[in-house]
């Protein structure tokens, strides 16, 4: 089974931390931030074994950018991603609900 090496963007890194800001001190559920938090890097550890075999995504602006798209875990968000031989990087986080694809540079 192949492995890949999981880096986390500076951009990702913003986008959990604007997510886990937004529950903490806007909604005031500390228990939410926390489980964000815990869900983001327990599906980015995923990404180490699975990586390679989520299929491709139906969108043609993801596919242009050869991104990949995995849905945490436990809750309502998904993590955009790239494979460049064994390294898999982690670019953007979203909710769900978002309309992410007019968000991506």
Do not use: C, W
């Not at 800001?21 to 939410?32: E, G, H, I, T, V």
């Not at 489980?35 to 074994?49: C, E, H, P």
Request: net charge positive; glycine share 0%; hydrophobic share 35%.
């Amino acid at each position: 089974m192949k492995t890949y090496h999981v880096k986390v963007s500076p951009e990702a890194k913003a986008d959990l931390k604007r997510y886990r800001d937004y529950l903490l001190y806007r909604k005031k559920n500390s228990q939410a931030a926390k489980n964000v938090v815990q869900d983001f890097y327990a599906t980015a550890s995923q990404l180490r074994t699975i990586a390679g075999i989520i299929r491709k995504p139906d969108s043609e602006k993801l596919r242009i950018r050869k991104l990949k798209r995995i849905n945490f875990l436990k809750l309502d968000y998904f993590l955009l991603y790239r494979i460049d031989e064994d390294v898999v990087s982690i670019t953007n986080m979203f909710h769900s609900l978002e309309d992410y694809e007019s968000k991506l540079k």
